[in-house]
């Protein structure tokens, strides 16, 4: 059996292609068709409804463009929407923060710590799928609003990044955390400041664990790799992201297209 | 003659509350429809056609609810979507960027700095309206895009906005600016820090010059003060907003409300 749709990926902006990347490195002969909501971006500091309604609608517009496969590569909308989204998808769906609890605890650590945005650490996501599959272990969740921002203005390294760090991070020295989930896209981006912060502290990248959910519920394509297509839609202006979007997905984009969606209800 | 219809005013958040706030000791009579766009926020990172059409489904919005005025309390709006606005509105609208160039010209001052958001300076608006109204000034405009989740943080006088006014600020020393323009709702909030980074320079605040702009235009109410009403709209969920907009309003809300802006295309 084959299937030569693309898989359909989204994420309120671009971060979520390093989540295509890295499935990308695993899934040379798919073809990819990623959706940015940048015109509504971002959902971290939204409530929990309007996170599921732009979810939904992101995911109505992947499906009439005919996706085989939804990743979720936005820790709220995963956090905060996955069942809505399971409800409606005829195709699976697949999140970041499953395949992120699954990495925690193949730490063998005892300790963990998470950190995310408002929104994600709100709901309780990360912390609840930790202690299903490992209820013994000792979880801590902490809310970092100014990680996206920072990393968007590409203060990844500066004095302002490590003191803030230092303000969102030093807790968890307190509490001892052995490994730490980095619950956002974004959050790679910070990733030397943040083990400056927590040395000797295991930071655990959910899209790494991606591709082995993915795996065993994916119907493979059966192109040569040459023939793979990456296809980038944004719901804000375009131009602007491409240079920011190859850098993130690490290839050339095929094709980049500005989208309305309009499935605002 | 005299016009009981509220006076509607639009903001991406609830920042701008505060020229609300300013409006109300000026015009105690008045009743006021406030919408913030808060599912949609920020406007400062979108691109001119996002944020004209966000703008324009405000609009529509505070139009069918029958105000008699409209204010945009958003120098990303005001500086993007007005000549849109003006052609829709049947009604007089004022924005903040025309205020708060006058001001500026009025401080007297040759050497006239100014900070926004990215897609306010990106447009030019203010150096554009300064230079009409005083070509011989010099204008400098540089975005700080940390300022508005600095401020939403509630971190407007700690090391990291020091540390991230200093950066921001420092070429304006270089520059001798003698006044600076606040060219974004959210700014006011780190006035204290702004002021200690750039000590002597006279700093001006859009939002009080818009009263000015309002007046000539207005047909006032003619009811008793205590019967003037404080209706908020938000598109995003609406109860965890109703202790920050009250401290931004200074006064009760009347009615919060949460509402869904459909028309999104």
Same mark, same amino acid.
């Given at each position: 059996?084959?299937? =030569?749709?693309?898989? $359909?990926?989204?994420? /309120?902006?671009?971060?979520?292609?390093?989540?295509?990347?890295? @499935?990308?490195?695993?899934? =040379? %002969?798919?073809?990819?068709?990623?959706?940015?909501?940048?015109?509504? @971006?971002?959902?971290?500091?939204?409530?929990?409804?309007?996170?599921?309604?732009? /979810?939904?609608?992101?995911? %109505?517009?992947? @499906?009439?463009?005919?996706?085989?496969?939804?990743?979720?590569?936005?820790?709220?909308?995963?956090?905060?929407?996955? =069942?809505?989204?399971?409800?409606?998808?005829?195709?699976?769906?697949?999140?970041?923060?499953?395949?992120?609890?699954?990495?925690?605890?193949?730490? *063998?650590?005892?300790?963990?710590?998470?950190?995310?945005? !408002?929104?994600?650490?709100?709901?309780?996501?990360?912390?609840?799928?930790?202690?299903?599959?490992?209820? *013994?272990?000792?979880?801590?969740?902490?809310?970092?609003?100014?990680?996206?921002?920072?990393?968007?203005?590409?203060?990844?390294?500066? $004095?302002?990044?490590?003191?803030?760090?230092?303000?969102?991070?030093?807790?968890?020295?307190?509490?001892?955390?052995?490994?730490?989930?980095?619950?956002?896209?974004?959050?790679?981006?910070?990733?030397?400041?943040?083990?400056?912060?927590?040395?000797?502290?295991?930071?655990?990248?959910?899209? +790494?664990?991606?591709?082995?959910?993915?795996?065993?519920? @994916?119907?493979?394509?059966?192109?040569?790799?040459? !023939?793979? !297509?990456?296809?980038?839609?944004?719901?804000?202006?375009? +131009?602007?992201?491409?240079?920011?979007?190859?850098?993130?997905? $690490?290839?050339?984009?095929?094709?980049?297209?500005?989208?309305?969606?309009? $499935?605002?209800?």
């Amino acid at each position: 059996m084959s299937d =030569p749709r693309p898989i $359909g990926v989204f994420d /309120s902006g671009v971060g979520g292609l390093t989540v295509v990347r890295r @499935l990308r490195e695993e899934f =040379p %002969r798919e073809s990819f068709l990623f959706l940015g909501d940048t015109a509504r @971006l971002p959902y971290g500091t939204k409530s929990p409804e309007t996170v599921e309604r732009y /979810s939904l609608a992101n995911v %109505r517009f992947l @499906l009439e463009r005919d996706v085989k496969f939804l990743v979720v590569a936005c820790n709220t909308a995963s956090a905060l929407a996955l =069942p809505a989204i399971e409800r409606v998808s005829p195709v699976p769906v697949v999140g970041v923060i499953e395949p992120g609890a699954d990495a925690a605890v193949a730490t *063998g650590f005892q300790r963990i710590g998470v950190i995310g945005t !408002e929104a994600t650490i709100a709901s309780g996501a990360y912390t609840r799928e930790i202690a299903r599959r490992a209820p *013994g272990l000792s979880v801590v969740a902490r809310a970092c609003p100014l990680f996206v921002p920072l990393a968007e203005e590409g203060w990844v390294e500066n $004095g302002v990044a490590r003191e803030t760090a230092e303000i969102y991070l030093a807790p968890f020295r307190d509490d001892r955390v052995e490994a730490l989930v980095l619950g956002c896209t974004h959050y790679p981006l910070l990733k030397t400041t943040i083990a400056m912060t927590l040395p000797g502290v295991r930071l655990v990248d959910s899209a +790494d664990a991606v591709c082995a959910a993915v795996r065993p519920l @994916l119907t493979p394509a059966r192109r040569n790799e040459e !023939e793979s !297509e990456y296809h980038v839609c944004v719901t804000d202006a375009a +131009d602007r992201f491409r240079a920011v979007a190859e850098r993130f997905l $690490g290839r050339p984009i095929d094709r980049l297209e500005h989208v309305e969606i309009t $499935g605002d209800l």
